[in-house]
Each structure stands twice: as C-alpha cells, then as structure tokens.
C-alpha cells in the first residue's frame, strides 16, 4: 500500500477521531441520550488527564519526528496512545450502555491502531498502555457516575 495515502488518511482519522471530535459527538450525545453522553464526557475528560499527565512525566519521543519534522498534527511526546485510550473508552461505555455503536468504535479503533504502528506515531508499547488507560478510565468513569451522579438526568431536567 502507498505509504502517503496512508500518511494522508492518518491525518483525517486523526482529525476525526481526536479530543475535540469526540468531545462533539460526546455533548451532541447528551441531547440524545443524557446519561450516555454525560458519561462519555467523564470518561473523555478522565482519559485525557491521565493520558497528558503520563506524556509529561515519560516524554517518550515520537519515532515518526525523525521522518517528518512538518507533522501536522499531535505532539511530540508518543507515550501513551491518546487516541487509542479515548475510542476505546467510548467504545466500553456504549457497550455498557448496551448500544450497538460500540462495534463502529471497535472497527475505527483497529484502523487508528494500524495506521498509528504503520505511520510510525506509536509502537506497540504506546498502544498497549493507551489500552490499559482506555479501560481503566471508562470503567473508573462508570463506577464514579454510578456511585456520585446516580440521577443526574433528574437533576439536570430540574434546573430547565
């Protein structure tokens, strides 16, 4: 396979599929779902503090600065995936809200895992603990949702 036309769908699935996307589907999911959506964005906001906490503390260097300097996207720190962590995460709260979305997730995930190993923005490493971090936030997130917001949508509705 081309290896820029896998660079230049790297980018797009990047833009697609990074904080700010999903911060989107995640308020936009609110609307039609509350608690799903409101447990997305626990989940995303968790996922990404341990994420950028874990790059500044490792500051494990990406591989793929050495082959593009003009990256365009990302930072230069590679450890953890922070892309992998957050798909995956949502991908555990729609299947734990038993909604048949989780397997779109699944499917984008494998793609971001192949092109992030294949473009050389991320090893195995980089992926494997932005698994780990992608469970343990979407999990933490439901425990913490479900033990400190049990009627949050009653309580939302209440303010409107």
Do not use: W
Not at 72 to 77: M, Q
Not at 80 to 85: C, D, K
Request: charged share 15%; with cysteine; hydrophobic share 55%.
């Amino acid at each position: 396979m081309n290896i820029k036309i896998l660079k230049k769908l790297a980018i797009i699935i990047n833009l697609l599929t990074g904080f700010y996307s999903l911060l989107m589907i995640s308020i936009l999911m609110c609307f039609y779902r509350f608690d799903l959506g409101f447990y997305q964005l626990f989940s995303l906001f968790f996922s990404s503090l341990l994420v950028i906490s874990i790059k500044n503390i490792v500051k494990k260097e990406r591989k793929d600065l050495t082959l593009n300097e003009n990256r365009a996207f990302g930072n230069k720190y590679s450890f953890p995936s922070g892309h992998t962590a957050s798909l995956l995460s949502f991908a555990i709260i729609f299947f734990y809200f038993k909604n048949n979305s989780f397997i779109i997730f699944l499917v984008v995930l494998a793609l971001v895992i192949f092109l992030k190993i294949y473009t050389r923005q991320h090893d195995f490493v980089d992926i494997s603990f932005g698994i780990l971090i992608g469970f343990i936030s979407s999990l933490s997130s439901i425990l913490i949702c479900k033990s400190i917001f049990p009627n949050i949508k009653t309580l939302i509705e209440s303010f409107f």
